[in-house]
């Protein structure tokens, strides 16, 4: 089993930043792939950003140039760097882990952008 747990999520304003965590525990060594996904009220969920099996990275087009994706592989720890946060942001965002056999899910983290 891998536990994943986020935190970093909160409420912040239109043009401003957060960063999230997600700390892995269990069984590392069965994970090939992690990333972050999101939904939104009555939305389903979508990939926001995550690692390829190759260690490159991708994005959702809504959110090139704005969001980064890193790991610090010392810590079990990926993390998700948004910048220039609008509100069409606003979701509760999970982190995602992928071993052979499944996949995993962090537990969520609202991230709210307003006035």
């Known amino acids: 089993q891998v536990q994943l747990v986020e935190s970093g999520g909160g409420s912040v304003q239109p043009g401003g930043s957060l960063r999230l965590s997600c700390a892995a525990s269990?069984?590392?060594?069965?994970?090939?792939?992690m990333g972050w996904y999101r939904q939104a009220p009555g939305q389903q969920r979508e990939l926001v950003a995550r690692?390829?099996?190759?260690?490159?990275?991708t994005y959702a087009d809504s959110v090139k140039g704005r969001f980064t994706i890193s790991r610090d592989n010392a810590k079990n720890t990926v993390y998700l760097h948004m910048n220039s946060l609008k509100a069409e942001d606003t979701a509760v965002y999970y982190c995602?882990?992928?071993?052979?056999?499944?996949?995993?899910w962090g537990q969520g983290t609202q991230v709210t952008v307003s006035l």
């Open positions: 690692f390829t099996t190759g260690g490159s990275t």
């Open positions: 995602n882990a992928m071993s052979i056999r499944e996949g995993y």
């Open positions: 269990g069984r590392i060594a069965s994970i090939y792939t």
